[in-house]
Protein backbone atom coordinates (compact mmCIF):
# COMPACT_ATOMS: atom_id res chain seq x y z
CA UNK A 1 0.00 0.00 0.00
CA UNK A 2 1.24 3.28 -0.79
CA UNK A 3 1.70 5.57 1.68
CA UNK A 4 3.06 9.39 1.81
CA UNK A 5 3.34 11.06 5.42
CA UNK A 6 3.50 14.75 6.38
CA UNK A 7 5.61 16.42 9.09
CA UNK A 8 7.01 19.70 9.58
CA UNK A 9 4.42 21.91 9.51
CA UNK A 10 3.66 25.07 11.84
CA UNK A 11 3.27 28.51 12.39
CA UNK A 12 6.54 31.20 11.79
CA UNK A 13 6.99 34.73 10.95
CA UNK A 14 7.27 36.08 8.05
CA UNK A 15 10.93 35.50 6.89
CA UNK A 16 11.84 32.18 8.98
CA UNK A 17 12.16 28.78 7.67
CA UNK A 18 10.36 25.60 8.12
CA UNK A 19 11.36 21.93 6.43
CA UNK A 20 8.43 19.73 5.34
CA UNK A 21 9.28 16.36 5.61
CA UNK A 22 7.39 13.38 3.10
CA UNK A 23 8.29 9.94 4.15
CA UNK A 24 6.92 7.19 1.65
CA UNK A 25 6.37 3.85 1.63
CA UNK A 26 4.94 1.18 -0.55
CA UNK A 27 6.78 1.24 -3.61
CA UNK A 28 10.14 2.01 -5.55
CA UNK A 29 11.30 5.31 -3.78
CA UNK A 30 13.45 6.69 -6.26
CA UNK A 31 11.97 5.55 -9.34
CA UNK A 32 9.25 8.44 -9.31
CA UNK A 33 8.77 11.90 -8.63
CA UNK A 34 7.61 13.27 -5.44
CA UNK A 35 6.27 16.60 -4.81
CA UNK A 36 4.82 18.73 -2.93
CA UNK A 37 0.89 20.64 -3.45
CA UNK A 38 0.23 23.59 -1.61
CA UNK A 39 -3.74 24.79 -0.87
CA UNK A 40 -4.23 28.36 0.46
CA UNK A 41 -8.02 28.88 1.98
CA UNK A 42 -10.13 29.63 -0.70
CA UNK A 43 -7.92 28.31 -3.56
CA UNK A 44 -7.01 26.10 -6.31
CA UNK A 45 -4.27 23.19 -5.28
CA UNK A 46 -1.25 24.66 -6.80
CA UNK A 47 2.15 22.59 -7.52
CA UNK A 48 5.40 24.02 -5.61
CA UNK A 49 7.96 21.55 -6.39
CA UNK A 50 9.29 17.88 -7.28
CA UNK A 51 12.17 15.64 -7.75
CA UNK A 52 12.71 12.57 -9.24
CA UNK A 53 15.43 10.85 -6.96
CA UNK A 54 16.81 8.63 -9.62
CA UNK A 55 18.39 11.19 -11.77
CA UNK A 56 18.02 14.21 -9.45
CA UNK A 57 15.21 16.53 -11.69
CA UNK A 58 14.15 19.53 -9.75
CA UNK A 59 10.97 21.59 -10.30
CA UNK A 60 10.21 24.83 -8.75
CA UNK A 61 6.67 26.96 -9.20
CA UNK A 62 8.15 30.78 -9.91
CA UNK A 63 6.89 32.29 -6.97
CA UNK A 64 9.58 29.58 -4.63
CA UNK A 65 11.90 29.58 -6.88
CA UNK A 66 15.31 30.39 -4.86
CA UNK A 67 13.39 30.40 -1.35
CA UNK A 68 12.55 26.74 -1.53
CA UNK A 69 15.04 23.83 -1.96
CA UNK A 70 13.57 20.14 -2.55
CA UNK A 71 15.87 17.24 -1.58
CA UNK A 72 15.50 13.77 -1.16
CA UNK A 73 17.03 10.76 1.09
CA UNK A 74 16.62 8.06 -0.53
CA UNK A 75 17.57 5.39 2.74
CA UNK A 76 15.04 7.04 4.29
CA UNK A 77 12.48 7.21 1.75
CA UNK A 78 11.84 10.70 2.61
CA UNK A 79 11.62 13.99 0.25
CA UNK A 80 12.40 17.63 2.00
CA UNK A 81 10.70 20.84 1.52
CA UNK A 82 12.98 23.50 2.94
CA UNK A 83 11.55 26.69 3.11
CA UNK A 84 12.88 30.01 3.73
CA UNK A 85 12.10 33.63 3.43
CA UNK A 86 8.84 32.39 4.18
CA UNK A 87 6.17 34.72 3.27
CA UNK A 88 2.59 35.36 4.44
CA UNK A 89 0.75 34.48 0.80
CA UNK A 90 3.14 30.62 1.72
CA UNK A 91 0.31 29.78 3.97
CA UNK A 92 -1.49 26.69 3.28
CA UNK A 93 -2.30 22.84 3.72
CA UNK A 94 1.41 21.24 1.71
CA UNK A 95 0.17 17.96 0.89
CA UNK A 96 2.86 15.44 -0.40
CA UNK A 97 2.12 13.65 -3.54
CA UNK A 98 3.82 10.88 -5.87
CA UNK A 99 3.02 9.71 -9.53
CA UNK A 100 3.62 5.96 -8.91
CA UNK A 101 3.25 2.62 -10.50
CA UNK A 102 2.39 -0.61 -8.37
CA UNK A 103 0.97 -4.01 -9.36
CA UNK A 104 -2.62 -2.72 -7.39
CA UNK A 105 -2.66 -0.03 -10.38
CA UNK A 106 -1.41 -2.93 -13.24
CA UNK A 107 1.79 -0.71 -13.21
CA UNK A 108 -0.51 2.10 -14.42
CA UNK A 109 0.81 5.27 -12.37
CA UNK A 110 -1.68 7.39 -10.83
CA UNK A 111 -1.29 10.41 -7.96
CA UNK A 112 -1.28 9.31 -4.28
CA UNK A 113 -1.56 11.87 -1.82
CA UNK A 114 -1.14 12.43 2.06
CA UNK A 115 -3.04 13.75 4.42
CA UNK A 116 -1.31 17.09 4.42
CA UNK A 117 0.66 19.55 6.98
CA UNK A 118 -0.59 22.91 7.73
CA UNK A 119 2.01 25.89 7.45
CA UNK A 120 0.90 29.27 8.53
CA UNK A 121 3.31 32.41 8.27
CA UNK A 122 2.04 35.35 10.11
CA UNK A 123 2.90 38.77 8.89
Known amino acids: EVQLVESGGGLVQAGGSLRLSCAAS????????IGWFRQAPGKEREGISS????????YYRDSVRGRFSISSDNAKNTVYLQMNSLKAEDTGVYYC????????????????WGRGTQVTVSS
Open 26 to 33: GFTFNEYA
Open 51 to 58: ITPSNGNK
Open 97 to 112: YGNVATPSTSWAPRIY
